[in-house]
Every structure is written in C-alpha cells, then in structure tokens.
C-alpha cells in the first residue's frame, strides 16, 4: 500500500510488541515522527488479528519475538506465522519487522519476495533516525531486507525482474508500456522494481534519482549490456 509520506495526518499505524517499555518507546518515536497518526498497540499475536481488519491500515511495525495469547511465551516462530498469515490475507500491506531475531526471516523469504507492500527490516540495535528511515521507506511501499544474513546468497533475480530491467533499459518503455508487453498492472510493476532494488542494495537517497541508480547497479552485475 503506497502511502504519500506528505499525508501523515491521515496514516493508522499498528505496533506489536510483548514488552511494554519496548512497545511504548517505539509508540513514543512514531508519535513524534508522525504526530497526527492514530497509533493502535497490541501485546500477542490473537490480540493483533484482532485489530488487523482496522480500515485504511497503513503500517504495522512488529516484533518477532510474541506470544500467541495471553500468559503465553514469547517465541519467534509465532511472529514468523502472524507474519505469514498478514502477507497471505494483505498482500498490500506495509510491515516493518523490528526485531532482535532478524536472522529468523530467512524462513519466510518466499512470502517477503512476493508481498506487495513495503517490507523492510530494523535490527533493535539501529538508531532511532535509522529506524525511522526504514519506517520511511515501507510507507514507500518499498522493500529493504539486506539486514536478514543470508536471504540472498549472492545476488539472486527472479525472471519477471530481469524482464523489466531489459524493458526498462534496453527498450526505454516507462511503466505503463511495460506493464502492457508484460500483461500485468502498474502496480506490479512497481513491486518488481522495489524487489529489483532491494536486491541490487538501491535504496532512496536524496538528490539521487533511484532508477538511474539501479540501472548502474544492473550494468555494474552484467544484469543488461
């Protein structure tokens, strides 16, 4: 889901958490960064499918590391499952995964490749501006997964990727075009540029334009001539 980061005032965020210091330090920064946004909290796993049929959710910002319930442990594996069941059922929803267990995403790298909205990734130990970047870019729709050790050994591109890079870049079609030769939407296509990006280590910079810097990227791998 593609939020414009101009229209905060209208952005509904959920945040997921078991530790209430943790949980309220995290509800603190984004309140600050985004003071008009309506911030929801949930403690578990149940507790968040709860509030995850909220209208117009923007972003959930979670941890892996849940209890499924109440009076429950606290496991990765049940944050990697509400994980799964979220990209399964809102494929266009933006998530960021705060998390000391980064490396626990490996196990779902199949459902992050093909989920629509912003993913992206912020170890606990970031720095409060760095986090907010990553926070930044999943309102984008953006992915960023290079902080998971290992979810991509070398650099690994799925044929539809290539194809727009080749579109893109060698045939000079914008979005649109490329969208038709491929029969797929817009929207799509934007998906595989974030996953193209992601996997090239091309992120936003300021005064950058990103597609020129991920067709130096592309050219520099022997991605297109």
């Not at 909290?41 to 149940?46: K, M, S, W």
């Not at 429950?72 to 049940?78: E, I, L, S, Y």
């Not at 044929?159 to 939407?185: H, N, T, Y």
């Not at 540029?193 to 130096?216: C, F, H, M």
Request: proline letters at 4%; charged letters at 25%.
């Amino acid at each position: 889901m593609k939020q414009e980061l101009s229209d905060k005032s209208l952005l509904k965020i959920l945040v997921i958490d078991d530790h209430e210091s943790v949980l309220s330090g995290t509800v603190d920064i984004l309140q600050k960064h985004y003071p008009s946004a309506e911030i929801a909290t949930a403690i578990n796993a149940n507790n968040a499918l709860s509030q995850i049929i909220n209208p117009g959710l923007d972003l959930v910002v979670m941890d892996l590391s849940i209890p499924e319930d109440y009076g429950m442990t606290a496991r990765p594996d049940t944050g990697v499952q509400l994980l799964r069941t979220l990209m399964k059922h809102h494929p266009n929803l933006n998530i960021i995964v705060q998390t000391a267990h980064v490396r626990t995403l490996v196990r779902i790298r199949p459902d992050i490749d093909s989920h629509k909205g912003g993913f992206t990734v912020a170890d606990k130990s970031l720095s409060t501006q760095e986090m907010l970047t990553r926070v930044d870019w999943a309102l984008q729709g953006l992915t960023h997964t290079k902080d998971i050790k290992g979810i991509y050994a070398g650099l690994e591109f799925k044929p539809e990727w290539l194809r727009v890079l080749i579109l893109a870049f060698e045939e000079g079609l914008q979005d649109k075009a490329i969208a038709e030769r491929m029969c797929i939407s817009e929207r799509m296509v934007r998906h595989y540029w974030s996953k193209l990006q992601d996997a090239l280590d091309v992120y936003p910079d300021e005064g950058k334009n990103i597609r020129i810097q991920t067709e130096i990227r592309a050219r520099e791998e022997g991605l297109i001539d």
